[in-house]
């Protein structure tokens, strides 16, 4: 549920923006996003093209949480994050990796369509060397891969990074598959934990995840869950009751979205895996001039403001206009 249901927001109260990417990634060249001017902050709608009003609405309760409630009380100052690696050649690693500075985690893209495991294997290799000894790396399939393929491509894996490996997200995409997968690693011998997170972004009950026991980390995002405090009170369930680790991430957002991410990993009592909340540095525009960029491996905790000039000078074109407004307006018809 909510935990604010505030009025359609007013025309002028809303931007819509289109900036473009600096790294293409999940397909995207230019990240079109909704920021609502509210009376608490600027809150961020912005679900990707394929989620459907019913989804989306808990995006939307996210952005008016934002913008008419604000954040919850933070328990640290700034909040570690990965690096996020697209699925670009080996040779782009280097140059990826360094809009991150101090990042001593990375999560590399995996199983694009389009490429094959040598692909895979040669950019994670790239990024072991760029982070040297004792960084960390994540690969994330987002269900690229069938069950047999999974298995292959994370045994290599598990060969080229060895214990720098912190875990595979979402290798394969369904639930029993989940469940199959990670009894195939034990029987073959290899320790890698397995991640979910398309099968929590986009499922009912975000706890059957757990309950299935299809995976050791939880991904988490604002955005998708309806609102930090919804992902506060998913995170302690899934800590205490179920006892898997948790990152929290976010949506390719702009620093607006980013900042309720990181917001999140600020309020959540008890260690913290370094969050997906980086992702500015994907970004090559910002609705911000201070972006949420990573330095030392952190990112600050606090308020991100929009700011006017920069609303107007990434304006998207009309017709996107209009079908971001009659979207929220959609959506808006759903919340409770
Ligand atoms: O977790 C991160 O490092 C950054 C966020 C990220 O990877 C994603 C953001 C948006 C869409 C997703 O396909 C993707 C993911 O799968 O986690
Ligand atoms: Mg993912």
């Known amino acids: 549920m909510a935990a604010v249901a505030p009025d359609l ?28 001017d509210g009376p608490a902050g600027w809150g961020e709608f912005s679900p990707f093209e394929g989620y459907d009003d019913a989804e989306s609405s808990r995006w939307l309760a996210a952005c008016l ?3 008419y409630l604000g954040p919850p009380r933070p328990l640290r100052e700034r909040v570690e994050v990965n690096a996020t690696v697209p699925a670009v050649p080996a040779a782009d690693v280097a140059a990826v990796l360094a809009r991150f500075p101090g990042c001593r985690t990375a999560k590399v893209k995996v199983a694009e369509r389009g490429q094959v495991l ?12 760029v ?31 060895g214990p720098g490996l912190d875990y595979a997200e979402q290798p394969v995409a369904g639930l ?44 988490v995002k604002v955005a998708p869950l309806g609102g930090v405090r919804r992902l506060l009170e998913v995170a302690e369930e899934l800590r205490e009751r179920y006892a898997v680790g948790l990152t929290v991430s ?44 990573p330095v030392g491996g952190h990112v600050r905790v606090g308020p991100v403001v929009a700011e006017p000039d920069l609303l107007a000078r990434w304006a ?21």
């Open 250 to 293: 976010s949506a390719l957002d702009t620093s607006v979205g980013l900042s309720d991410g990181v917001a999140a990993a600020a309020a959540l009592p008890g260690p913290v895996r370094a969050a997906g909340l980086g992702t500015a540095a994907l970004l090559a525009a910002d609705v911000t001039a201070d972006p949420l960029l």
């Open 131 to 161: 982070l040297g000894p004792g960084g960390r790396v994540r690969v994330d399939a987002n269900g690229g891969w069938d069950a047999a393929q999974a298995l292959d491509a994370l045994r290599g894996i598990a060969r080229v990074l």
């Open 65 to 67: 949480e934002a913008a």
């Open 176 to 219: 029993e598959d989940m469940v199959r997968l990670r009894t195939s690693l034990a029987a073959a011998g290899l320790e890698v934990p397995l991640a979910a997170d398309e099968l929590l972004r986009r499922a009912e009950d975000p706890l059957a995840v757990a309950l299935a026991g299809a995976a050791d980390v939880v991904v």
């Open 118 to 129: 040598a692909d895979d294997l040669d950019r994670v290799a790239a990024v072991r060397d």
């Open 316 to 336: 998207a074109p009309p017709e996107r206009q209009r079908w971001w407004r009659d979207r929220l307006r959609r959506c808006h018809a759903l919340l409770g």
């Open 9 to 36: 927001p007013l025309p002028s109260q809303v931007h819509v923006v289109a900036l473009p990417m600096a790294r293409r990634f999940r397909g995207i060249d230019v990240r079109e996003a909704v920021l609502v």
